[in-house]
């Protein structure tokens, strides 16, 4: 069976309902939504295919679906582009600037860092605190991550998370032997069912009476 | 994930995102500011690991003071950890910016 984003969105809604539960109003309205969505879940009204027809199917392999194939290359791509680069400048960092001291750290190191930090120099006695390039490249690696995130920074952060939540492009791939979607939705559907109304609303007055510290 | 507390308020995953981004925001400016400025203070070894572990607690103290008024409790809530992680958090957080620009700045300012 072939997952599409559009049976994640309906178990997201049923696990917004058990997060958001307590704010609906009446406990008639929430009776009705937990009776349809127990209904539809238990029923199997949002799959694609009647669940005991897919049983019988053998599990597809994902990598003769062309659909999670490119999911499957999507990811690699975006693994290589992270550490390709990074590779690349490495190896270039460490041939163009063979053989020069460039900085002394503020800090004195042992002496087994020598062999790392002092790649290409020979010159055994020279201090550990006097670097080659590449343990200056190694220092940005790590510490630019904070001033990318300064230049970076924009405010609608919140905006992509909601974006990220909904997104379509996820990769859907259905492991074999993994759980199907219709045995999720059967287990969302007990989810529901068990939860128990409790109002935000109740008891209102006490707690308003207790914050503001208001003796009845 | 969000849950529902005892309170029956509900908590959302955006905005404890967003708080937490508020807190490496405070922690990736001064992690800079402070290695700069203990680069030209030529702060040395354990000097300069003594003065970014002070400055960063104090960053953190005063973090908790004036965004979150001094109401600890409000920590588990707001930022999904305890006390001891996000101090924990902040450390790591800022500990590779500040030795970078511990390095840059003592080796411009020494040579």
Sequence with gaps: MILTPLFRQHLQQARNFRTNAAVISTKDVFKQKQKYLTEALRAGKFLKEDPSEAKKEKPVNPLSDPG???AIFGMAKGNMANF???TVIMWWVNYFFAGFVIMKLPFPLTIRFKSMLQ???MTSDLD???VSSISWYFVNLMGLKSVYSLILQDNSLVDKMMAAQQQQGQPNISMPGGPTMDKMMKGEAENVQIVEFRSCLDGIEERLFKRFEISV | MSAIRKDFSVTYKANIVANINTFHHIH???SLVLGSSSG????ESYHGLIYFLVTNIIVTLAFFVV?????LKLIPKYYEKGLPGLVFEGLSRSLAGFFMMW????????T
């Design chain 1, 68 to 70: 999670s194939m490119d």
């Design chain 1, 119 to 121: 790649n290409s120099i």
């Design chain 1, 84 to 86: 390709i680069p990074q």
């Design chain 2, 40 to 43: 030209i203070l030529q702060l």
């Design chain 2, 28 to 30: 990736d400016l001064t």
């Design chain 1, 128 to 130: 550990v605190r006097w």
């Design chain 2, 103 to 110: 390095c840059l700045t003592t080796a411009l300012i020494s």
């Design chain 2, 67 to 71: 965004i979150l008024s001094g109401n």
